[in-house]
């Protein structure tokens, strides 16, 4: 069977100016799945600087016909879009099962994520306000206009192949920009059936343009080109913060979102069962890949011994195993790379003292062998200036902390450099209001999991888990357009001017 897989590898390629082409380079690289690495799930194009800029220059030809089309009208093959991916959605999922490696129903949730995207951002195209205000002047009319930014390029990680370019890719065209788009080089899949169904929808060639590849010459090529007026990107902190600094240089706009380390508060009063279902999917769904899922659990101290009890009782019936199969809980990481992360933090967890109480080793034996498999973990008597309690882990490792009221709970929640999401589980609705006013997060939960977010409310969050406007929600326009404000005189002649002007 695997001397048929072989010969049966397809090859992928960029798609620049309505065309797949191959890149210049004339390389190609194979992606594994990461629960089967004997399995390939397709060979894909290796590009350079030259393919950036080919793509670039194809943007430019698209974006003189996209951004003269009414907002309406792109509209329309954005609903297009929406509706391909609708009848492709099953399709869509198991390609993101089998290059990222998340269950099955997480990737099908994924696909509905970035349907739900595409749904809000063809509604903007009859929304794309501007405001009328009355002039201090006689006789002259204000109000401002939206245009598009111009070429963007859009920068996304392996995590959520599909859904982070579709939160991305969505916004930037209703607002009549030519984009190009380099994906995570671990999962272009889903970057390619991304593009046949916006080429299936009509998108007019050069208006929306793919590059697969390694990040470092691609995203480079990107920022340091002068005809790129903006950059969006989801990633790990310091690229993000290199990419922002160069590219700040340069006068280009920038959205960033980077990395969590997201607390859980549980209060003595708080429904037990559901904080517990909240804090073991935010912890272990997904195998802990997500930036907004729940690496640091804090507790008071009164419920302490009963929410530990039950925790390690929910994470032991969790099922391990090829996040094809729906009944699976937990999937393999999605790269050797990440394997070997997450061993390492569990490796340094153990050394600074903390309490390795469940899980910590990689599986092998049996299917395990041809994945990158390991154990959901958990770190109790964690203190807050240990590296598992400060840095991304991006696994499923949870570090448990111990608080003796919800004031020294916030302090320890707010004791890392990231602010993305947040939760406390309460029925003090005094107590919640004080944890919402006070924790240093973008996106704040009461008695729910860290997890996610809606797609018409803003995503993003403080300190170094992002800089630049958020994504999604009403500001995902303002990022990708520029207002321009108009002042029009229509006096039949000159008056006098107000003096002060």
Known sequence: QNDMAATQITTHKNYICGQWVESVTGRTYQVHNPAHTDQIVGAFQTSGAEDALRAVAAAKEGLAIWGNTPAPARATIIYKA?????????????AITIEEGKPIGDAAGE??????IMEYAAGEGRRMFGYTTPSELPNTVAYTVRRPLGIVGIITPWNFPLAIPAWKIAPA??????????????????????????????????????????????????????????????????????????????????????GGKNAVIVL????MNKAMGGIVSGAFGSTGQRCTATSRVIVEEGVYDQFMAELLDRTSKLTIGDGIDPSIDVSPLASQNQKDKVMEYIGIGT???????YGGRALSGGDFDQGYYVEPTIFTDVSPDMRIAKEEIFGPVLTVFKAKDLTEAIDISNS????????????????????INTVETGMVHVNAPTLGGEVHLPFGGLNSS???????????????????TVYIDHAAEAGERAKFI
């Open 268 to 271: 003595a009063d708080a429904d």
């Open 111 to 116: 696909v509905k994520r970035s349907m739900n």
């Open 466 to 484: 992002g800089v630049g406007q958020r994504e999604q929600g009403t500001a995902m326009v303002d990022f990708f357009s520029e207002v321009i």
């Open 82 to 94: 929406l509706e391909i991916m609708g009848r492709r959605a099953d399709e869509m999922a198991q």
């Open 416 to 435: 890392v450099e990231f602010g993305l999401s947040s939760s406390v589980y309460t029925k003090d609705i005094s107590k919640a209001y004080e944890y």
């Open 351 to 357: 050394e600074e003292g903390a309490n390795l109480v």
């Open 173 to 258: 065209l209703i607002c009549g920009n030519a984009l190009v788009f380099k994906p995570a080089s671990a999962t272009p899949l889903s970057a390619v059936k991304l593009m046949e169904i916006f080429e299936e929808a009509g998108l007019p060639p050069g208006v929306l343009n793919l590059v697969t590849g390694p990040g470092g010459q691609v995203g480079n090529a990107l920022v340091e080109s002068p005809d790129v007026k903006g950059i969006s990107f989801t990633g790990s902190t310091e690229v993000g913060t290199e990419l922002y600094a160069e590219s700040a240089k340069r006068l280009k706009k920038v959205q960033a979102e980077m």
